[in-house]
T-cell receptor, first 112, second 115 residues
Framework: DAGITQSPRYKITETGRQVTLMCHQT?????MFWYRQDLGHGLRLIYY???????DKGEVPDGYVVSRSKTENFPLTLESATRSQTSVYFC???????????FGPGTRLTVT | QQQVKQSPQSLIVQKGGISIINCAYE??????FPWYQQFPGKGPALLIA?????SEKKEGRFTISFNKSAKQFSLHIMDSQPGDSATYFC??????????????FGKGTSLLVTP
């Protein structure tokens, strides 16, 4: 029972490079979310998805792209990484029965 | 603009004491208020949640108190233990938006329970 997993757990990349963070859930939850966590800001929503092929922007979407071709996967791509995108990224999922959100273990991304 | 304001930023409580963390919100459309607990290096874990049709919810040593008229809610940890030392986040979401209850988080409270 893996639940929700993220990969990689740690990533160092250079400014301007493209990087993709992966998220996979085994619950068949309809909803998936990407948040970033920064000191002094708490967690902020980047993008969310209500179902396969349905995505929408959250509070801080600039510089990020998402896709959801399969219900269980929700990758987050930084098309041209900037230092301001250094953060810890959390993926979460929720079913429509309770809407309770369950979080993955996070990816710590450093952009040099 | 922070939609959920959380205080205090940090809290030190002696073992056996009561830890109290407060949150306030402005958006009256919010109708789901969860609390998350996060240990270093881990993802946030759902601790307890409340909806505005009740004023209090208790699960073990954890209690949420909700005041709809004041637009405030709080987490009480009774008989606090060193293992409760973690960062706690309050959050709020609205069923009226088609966002699957996307959460608006407070900035977090770092709780330290001393032996």
């Amino acid at each position: 029972d893996a639940g929700i997993t993220q990969s990689p757990r740690y990533k160092i990349t250079e400014t301007g490079r493209q990087v993709t963070l992966m998220c996979h859930q085994t619950w068949s939850h309809s909803y998936m979310f990407w948040y970033r966590q920064d000191l002094g800001h708490g967690l902020r929503l980047i993008y969310y998805s209500a179902a396969a092929d349905i995505t929408d922007k959250g509070e801080v979407p600039d510089g990020y792209v998402v896709s959801r071709s399969k219900t269980e996967n929700f990758p987050l791509t930084l098309e041209s990484a900037t230092r301001s995108q250094t953060s810890v990224y959390f993926c979460a999922s929720a079913g429509t029965a309770t809407y309770e959100q369950y979080f993955g273990p996070g990816t710590r991304l450093t952009v040099t | 603009q922070q939609q959920v304001k959380q205080s205090p930023q940090s809290l030190i409580v002696q073992k056996g004491g009561i830890s109290i963390i407060n949150c306030a919100y402005e958006n009256t459309a919010f109708d789901y208020f969860p609390w998350y607990q996060q240990f270093p290096g881990k993802g946030p874990a759902l601790l307890i949640a409340i909806r505005p049709d009740v004023s209090e919810k208790k699960e073990g040593r954890f209690t949420i108190s909700f005041n709809k008229s004041a637009k405030q809610f709080s987490l009480h940890i009774m008989d606090s233990q060193p293992g409760d030392s973690a960062t706690y986040f309050c959050a709020a979401s609205s069923r009226s938006t088609n966002s699957g209850y996307a959460l608006n988080f407070g900035k977090g409270t770092s709780l330290l329970v001393t032996p």
